[in-house]
């Protein structure tokens, strides 16, 4: 075997071709490429078995899977986008193309000129190394935003790579064979320091303008990792059966999140939603703690309710720029949207409502003997204090009009809002870890929020990253 193995050279994955014969339910592996010479002809069930004596099963494993990689990757520098695995740290970025759903188009050049790779049907995948399929898994699936529009920075994670020419350098673009998600926004690199070995990170691949097309996520999830298994069996040894999903998106991004949390395309399972200066995703914010508020004051729902409703909710962690337009939208979004909310279960004003009802409610009329007491203090006139004070309280109650049954029917509509009220703020703390807002201080910018910290911060370092805190934070 060894002797036929140096004749014929190496069977490379450029010259494999796996198809199948016709028969009574079996599959055949055929290897089509150039012609043997007779002498040297074996079949394929014999070459099969002679690689597994050669190498063993593992060998057989790395022939018989597909290729990764992108079609027409860059092979300079790293090569990110290659069929070969990238440790970045304990992760394993690998590149997924000949997806299902994503973005149609290739998007080369005008916007996308930072890069000669092409955007459709593509896809990062990150794997922790000690992933297990068996164990239960969560699923991070990011959109990118407009990162290649205006601000000359990547397109999406294509790897930096193009002949500079006059129209590049005057757009001050940088051929520099680099990717976002390692270079910029250091997603591995959170993955890793987080460590949630049980997190798959999908990063979906789109055009310049958060054109991903349509996605609906447990299905592009499970092609994602098909494909993965596929083309990665060492990697991804096996598809996992179910997995909550994290939806998150950054900038234009944020729309793509919106629909993906559409009717048709919302998760079976969604863990939570990472918002970074994410468009669109304030409205929705808003509305679910609107929502978890009005629930909670529900009281035909009993707290056993309550605690369902919550723990079944999505976490959601939001990030914002200072000093950027998406500061103003998600502005203390979670302080405010409580704070209105209960304003409008109870106001103020109706408070001192009912307290003045219960307050005539609790005076009772005079009996005779308090009756002669009254006009005793009325003609004394009491200096002390005691006397002024019962002389009040008498005063009061003779001059007090029973409650009518209006007054009645309102008191008990102000108490049932009362005790709505009470309710909600018991289970203000769950609603407050539900909903994080995270203002991020001057002089970290729109493009480095995920990173947490200024580009030129140098490698990362644990803990400081955005991505890695919300990762930490979710249940």
Same mark, same amino acid.
Request: proline share 6%; glycine share 10%; no cysteine.
């Given at each position: 075997?060894?002797?036929?193995?140096?004749?014929?050279?190496?069977?490379?994955?450029?010259?494999?071709?796996?198809?199948?014969?016709?028969?009574?339910?079996?599959? !055949?592996?055929?290897?089509?490429?150039?012609?043997?010479?007779?002498?040297?002809?074996?079949?394929?069930?014999?070459?099969?078995?002679?690689?597994?004596?050669?190498?063993?099963?593992?060998?057989?494993?790395?022939? $018989?899977?597909?290729?990764?990689?992108?079609?027409?990757?860059?092979?300079?520098?790293?090569?990110?986008?290659?069929?070969?695995?990238?440790?970045?740290?304990?992760?394993?970025?690998?590149?997924?193309?000949?997806?299902?759903?994503?973005?149609? /188009?290739?998007?080369?050049?005008?916007?996308?000129?930072?890069?000669?790779?092409?955007?459709?049907?593509?896809?990062?995948?990150?794997?922790?190394?000690?992933?297990?399929?068996?164990?239960?898994?969560?699923?991070?699936?990011?959109?990118? /935003?407009?990162?290649?529009?205006?601000?000359?920075?990547?397109?999406?994670?294509?790897?930096?790579?193009?002949?500079?020419?006059?129209?590049?350098?005057?757009?001050?673009?940088?051929?520099?064979?680099?990717?976002?998600?390692?270079?910029?926004?250091?997603?591995?690199?959170?993955?890793?320091?987080?460590?949630?070995?049980?997190?798959?990170?999908? $990063?979906?691949?789109?055009?310049?303008?958060?054109?991903?097309?349509?996605?609906?996520?447990?299905?592009?999830?499970?092609?994602?990792?098909?494909?993965?298994?596929?083309?990665?069996?060492?990697?991804?040894?096996?598809?996992?059966?179910?997995?909550?999903?994290?939806?998150?998106?950054?900038?234009? /991004?944020?729309?793509?999140?919106?629909?993906?949390?559409?009717?048709?395309?919302?998760?079976?399972?969604?863990?939570?939603?990472?918002?970074?200066?994410?468009?669109?995703?304030?409205?929705?914010?808003?509305?679910?703690?609107?929502?978890?508020?009005?629930?909670?004051?529900?009281?035909?729902?009993?707290?056993?309710?309550?605690?369902?409703?919550?723990?079944?909710?999505?976490?959601?962690?939001?990030?914002?720029?200072?000093?950027?337009?998406?500061?103003?939208?998600?502005?203390?979004?979670?302080?405010?949207?409580?704070?209105?909310?209960?304003?409008?279960?109870?106001?103020?004003?109706?408070?001192?409502?009912?307290?003045?009802?219960?307050?005539?409610?609790?005076?009772?009329?005079?009996?005779?003997?308090?009756?002669?007491?009254?006009?005793?203090?009325?003609?004394?006139?009491?200096?002390?204090?005691?006397?002024?004070?019962?002389?009040?309280?008498?005063?009061?109650?003779?001059?007090?009009?029973?409650?009518?049954?209006?007054?009645?029917?309102?008191? !008990?509509?102000?108490?049932?809002?009362?005790?709505?009220?009470?309710?909600? !703020?018991?289970?203000?703390?769950?609603?407050?870890?539900?909903?994080?807002?995270?203002?991020?201080?001057?002089?970290?910018?729109?493009?480095?929020?995920?990173?947490? !910290?200024?580009?030129?911060?140098?490698?990362?370092?644990? /803990?400081?990253?955005?991505?890695?805190?919300?990762?930490?934070? $979710?249940?």
């Amino acid at each position: 075997m060894a002797t036929r193995a140096t004749t014929r050279g190496p069977v490379t994955a450029d010259r494999r071709r796996a198809v199948a014969r016709p028969g009574a339910g079996t599959t !055949t592996p055929t290897w089509q490429g150039p012609t043997l010479p007779d002498r040297l002809t074996v079949s394929a069930h014999q070459l099969v078995r002679g690689m597994q004596t050669v190498a063993g099963n593992r060998a057989m494993t790395f022939a $018989l899977q597909r290729d990764g990689g992108w079609p027409g990757a860059s092979k300079k520098g790293p090569a990110w986008n290659d069929a070969t695995p990238k440790d970045v740290g304990k992760v394993r970025r690998l590149a997924i193309a000949g997806l299902a759903g994503g973005a149609g /188009g290739s998007f080369k050049g005008g916007d996308s000129a930072h890069t000669t790779e092409a955007a459709d049907h593509r896809a990062i995948v990150l794997v922790p190394q000690g992933f297990s399929p068996k164990d239960p898994v969560d699923v991070l699936l990011y959109f990118h /935003g407009h990162t290649e529009v205006w601000r000359g920075r990547y397109a999406g994670f294509r790897q930096r790579t193009f002949i500079p020419t006059a129209e590049t350098k005057k757009a001050g673009l940088t051929s520099d064979n680099k990717v976002r998600d390692v270079d910029l926004d250091q997603i591995e690199q959170q993955i890793d320091s987080s460590g949630k070995r049980q997190t798959i990170g999908i $990063l979906a691949q789109g055009g310049p303008q958060h054109q991903f097309g349509d996605i609906n996520v447990d299905a592009y999830i499970s092609d994602v990792l098909t494909r993965t298994n596929k083309e990665y069996p060492t990697i991804l040894t096996a598809v996992p059966k179910s997995w909550s999903v994290i939806l998150s998106g950054h900038s234009g /991004g944020g729309f793509a999140v919106q629909d993906a949390l559409s009717a048709a395309n919302k998760p079976k399972n969604l863990k939570g939603l990472l918002l970074f200066d994410a468009e669109a995703m304030h409205r929705d914010m808003r509305q679910r703690i609107t929502d978890d508020l009005n629930f909670l004051a529900d009281l035909t729902h009993s707290d056993a309710d309550r605690d369902t409703r919550l723990a079944g909710r999505p976490s959601v962690r939001a990030f914002t720029s200072a000093g950027s337009p998406y500061a103003d939208r998600y502005e203390d979004i979670v302080g405010a949207t409580i704070e209105s909310t209960l304003k409008r279960i109870f106001p103020n004003g109706r408070k001192a409502e009912l307290q003045r009802l219960r307050t005539r409610q609790a005076l009772q009329p005079l009996a005779p003997a308090e009756t002669v007491r009254l006009k005793e203090l009325l003609r004394r006139r009491p200096t002390d204090q005691a006397g002024r004070d019962e002389l009040r309280s008498l005063r009061a109650r003779q001059s007090n009009q029973p409650l009518r049954p209006a007054d009645i029917g309102r008191m !008990t509509v102000l108490s049932t809002q009362e005790t709505q009220l009470a309710t909600v !703020t018991r289970y203000l703390p769950k609603i407050q870890q539900l909903y994080q807002l995270t203002a991020l201080p001057v002089g970290v910018e729109h493009e480095e929020i995920i990173r947490g !910290t200024p580009t030129n911060s140098g490698n990362y370092q644990a /803990g400081q990253g955005n991505l890695e805190k919300a990762l930490r934070s $979710l249940p």
